[in-house]
């Protein structure tokens, strides 16, 4: 529908509307005016009704803005608490990461202590090895060298042995 054709239907049920709405003011137009005299004592109970309940709405309005600082202070001092508790809990969190950086550093250097007395012990061990193979060697070499020492003493003495009998006392 377009707007033109709603308002004209607006309007055509607001000024249908008129002559009831107008007649029921009338009406009540005329029941006030028959009841238009009220007393004093009914005058003065409604303006004490009247105030009673203007005291009643203040103090109404008291205690619903007691109750609402009240929760703000609770709402507050809770935001409060978990603002501690974050940062408790934030400390806690950097002391378990630094202690676990420092357990991590520790253990980092027990492992490069290991493997330095492993690569220690490795090289005392290729020494040792060494030497042992140096002694074998030099045994060797002795016993070479006794060995030749005592050939070289048997045909020194077979050479005596030959220059003191002859040459013909061996045969040959």
Known sequence: MKIFYVSNIVVAALISLQPVCAYSATKSAKAG?????LSAD?????SDRMQQTGAQVRA?????RARFEAQE???QREAERARV??????AQRQAQKASQA???QLAVQAQAERARQEAEQAKL??????????????SKEAQVASVQS????AAEALRKARASVGAKAFGE
């Open 33 to 37: 005016s028959e009841n238009a005299t």
């Open 42 to 46: 009914d005058m003065q109970g409604i």
């Open 60 to 64: 109404d309005l008291k205690k619903a």
């Open 73 to 75: 202070v609770i709402r």
């Open 85 to 90: 508790q974050a940062i408790k809990d934030n």
């Open 102 to 104: 420092r357990e991590h």
């Open 125 to 138: 061990q290729a020494e040792r090895k060494k030497q042992m193979v140096v002694a074998a060697q030099a």
């Open 150 to 153: 005592r050939k070289e003493q």
